[in-house]
């Protein structure tokens, strides 16, 4: 039986805390490394083509495997990713899409809906940029336990700019609890600064505003290059879903206003 995430954030804050730590996932596989078939496997969604990874290999983050087949968009024009087990291989195979347009400075935001509170702790849902080159250049809103039910499940990180090999990621990471089904997350880069906001319903203001973090220069030298825009749902160090059931995350739109 499937097991439907719909992404949504309005959760009453349990605990929250600041810190300059990086969460405990595995190293991304560079862009420049990345196997995603065929460029005939892109997807239109929200005014812009999406590459749908599908390698035929495991890759990180995870390690893990990934699908063609568990990326689609509905007659609604969302998009869904699904975690799902493949009976013929056996392997659990996960999703992700990135856009083929490089973003830069400006407001990114995504719409999801789901109990996203419940999320399984092995199952990572990641909203983010990304330059290929790993441990810096990115940025991360990820619905996330990291394999531990007692890790606080939001997760706000910002990789220093490359070329500063001395500066570490800036982190901060918040517990939450929904009963809705509707969120907002979104970051605004500038040359700067990030701010992070999670929110809940479907806002393009700040109304139901649950969750915000600035990270400055002083924080995190931020990152001023154009990137990809990704969204990916995966299994932390590729291990099932606790209950052995398939996961399903359903993105409402994505929406990019450069400053």
Known sequence: ??????????????????KKIVNPKKDKTPISALQYGNLVDTISFSGYTWRVRKPSNAQGPGPNYWSGANVWVDEKGW???????????????????????????????????????????????????????????????EIARWGNSSY???????????GKTDAKP???????????????????RTATEITLKSLKGFNDDDTGLFASKTFGTAD???????????????LFDGHAPTDGKSVEVVIKGFKFSPN
């Open 1 to 18: 039986m499937k097991q439907l995430f719909y992404v949504l954030i309005c959760l009453p804050i349990l605990a929250s805390c600041a």
């Open 79 to 141: 998009l869904h990713l699904l975690i799902k087990k493949n009976e013929t291989t056996n392997r659990w195979e996960c999703a992700e899409v990135s856009t083929l347009r490089k973003l830069g400075y400006g407001n990114y935001q995504w719409q999801v809906e789901g109990a996203l509170s419940t999320l399984d702790k092995n199952v990572v849902l990641g909203l983010f940029n990304y330059s290929g080159n790993d441990r810096f250049d990115e940025m991360d809103i």
């Open 170 to 188: 800036a982190s901060y990471v918040q517990e939450f609890s929904i009963s809705d089904t509707k969120t907002t997350h979104r970051f605004i």
């Open 152 to 162: 606080p499940n939001l997760n706000y990180t910002i990789y220093p700019q490359t």
């Open 220 to 234: 995190v030298p931020v990152s001023s290059l154009e990137m990809p825009v990704f969204i990916n749902l995966w």
